[in-house]
């Protein structure tokens, strides 16, 4: 099956430092991604879509200043969380899109802001 | 816009019993994902379901779709412990590749 990746799984960073987390799709090319974060005990939210060698999508109320993605290869999306607040606290969790129907989850990368 | 309905939310069972959770969907879609999530883990994909009258199952869980009522559903049955997580259910959108989630159904399954 195909596998997608996710780093760091959890990271803790204090009140306004930059975060990034990676996507990675480790056997097949990805040219769309996604991103989601999930608040305890919700649904997913999707964040943003992520295009290779395009700028990304964003969902309304979705800040691009403060979320950037960068989709720079056909297996790798980063979304760095800039200026961290402890409401940007959250479990984050990417997909990646293989053929046209299937998303692929990464493992999620929980991130605490102090 | 599409909206996406599942219940119920939570269910707390006992093992050995059959349940059904619930998945509607409000405008056309060919599409439909279940997910199960354990505690602090990402999603893992238990069925894709891509006609109506599509029928899967694994294990203890089946899945339907039935697209013309634009209803999916999830049997369980003879529930056991291990089945308990949170079940999640997504439709696609056919103008582009993203999902619309249902808000999850949290199943504890009791010994």
């Known amino acids: 099956g195909a596998v997608v990746s996710q780093h760091p799984s959890r990271v803790i960073c204090k009140s306004g430092t930059s975060v990034k987390i990676e996507c990675r799709s480790l056997?097949?090319?990805?040219?769309?991604m996604f991103w989601y974060r999930q608040f305890p005990k919700q649904s997913l939210m999707l964040m943003a879509t992520s295009n290779e060698g395009s700028k990304a999508t964003y969902e309304q109320g979705v800040e691009k200043d403060k979320f950037l993605i960068n989709h720079a290869s056909l297996t790798l999306s980063t979304l760095t969380v800039t200026s961290a607040h402890p409401e940007d606290s959250s479990f984050y969790i990417c997909s990646a899109l293989r053929g046209s129907s299937e998303q692929y989850f990464g493992p999620g990368t929980r991130l605490t802001v102090t | 816009e599409l909206k996406v309905e599942q219940n119920p939310l939570f269910l707390s069972m006992q093992e050995g019993k059959n349940y059904t959770i619930y998945c509607n969907y409000s405008?056309?879609?060919?599409?439909l994902y279940w997910y199960r999530q354990d505690p602090g883990k990402s999603l893992e994909s238990l069925f894709v379901l891509l006609s109506n009258g599509a029928v899967k199952q694994e294990g203890r869980l089946m899945a339907s779709l039935d697209t013309k009522a634009r209803l999916s559903t999830l049997h369980i049955t003879a529930a056991v412990h291990d089945l308990s997580a949170t079940y999640f259910c997504?439709?696609?959108?056919?103008?582009?590749?993203?999902?619309?989630w249902g808000a999850g159904t949290k199943l504890i399954i009791k010994p």
């Open positions: 405008t056309t879609s060919d599409r």
């Open positions: 997504a439709v696609g959108m056919d103008s582009n590749y993203q999902l619309i």
């Open positions: 056997d097949f090319q990805a040219t769309t």
